[in-house]
């Protein structure tokens, strides 16, 4: 149940890749893999003439999947200054988090209670109570705490696997 809808990711700078490929195959439905969207993701000119580029910026940004999402077809939206509140209203959302001194993408997929539940491309599906996951959701200085949504362009509902389920809250505390 722990990894049951998400990608797990392989590679030390890779959770952008794993948390795009998780959306876009437990959200959208798509077959897609961590290692497909790394390689499109590391295809980019500026990261064939500098691949240490990804390693200096800790991995891929979100302005990184929001290209590759708009490129296979679907529409990438980054939200700002966003509250817990918007999170519920628009997930499930990749949202990054500092752990450990550690900057990292997760998936906010819903919350119950004073749980948040997390899709982890480094640990699998988790809870945490909402004050720790609020101490680290990044807060940046221009934008707030951000966000980001990758939509159908055709307004087609979503299959939505990541849609929380009561179960998922009991067995991950």
């Known amino acids: 149940m722990r990894r049951e809808n998400v990608v797990i990711q392989q590679w030390d700078l890779s959770c952008g890749a794993a948390a795009l490929a998780t959306l876009l195959r437990y959200q959208h439905g798509e077959d897609v893999d961590e290692k ?5 993701l590391m295809k980019r000119e500026e990261y064939i003439r500098n691949p240490q ?8 940004s979100l302005l990184d999947l929001k290209r590759h999402a708009d490129a296979r077809g679907y529409k990438g939206v980054g939200y700002g200054k966003l509250k817990l509140e918007d999170l519920l209203e628009k997930a499930p959302l990749i949202v990054p988090v ?7 993408f997760v998936i906010f997929r819903g919350m119950a209670r004073d749980r ?9 599906n988790r809870t945490m109570s909402v004050a720790d996951f609020m101490q ?7 934008l707030g705490h951000i966000g980001f949504a990758v939509q159908r362009p ?20």
Not at 36 to 40: K, L, N, P
Not at 98 to 103: D, I, K, R, T
Not at 116 to 124: F, N, S
Not at 165 to 172: P, Y
Request: net charge negative; charged share 15%; aromatic share 10%.
């Open 53 to 60: 580029l990804v390693q200096g910026r800790e991995g891929f």
């Open 136 to 142: 680290h959701w990044i807060d940046y200085p221009s």
């Open 36 to 40: 497909e969207v790394a390689v499109a």
């Open 116 to 124: 948040v539940l997390l899709a982890d491309p480094a640990w699998g």
């Open 154 to 173: 055709d307004g087609i509902a979503a299959p939505n696997a990541l849609q929380p389920r009561a179960e998922d809250f009991v067995a991950l505390n």
């Open 98 to 104: 500092s752990v450990n001194g550690y900057n990292h």
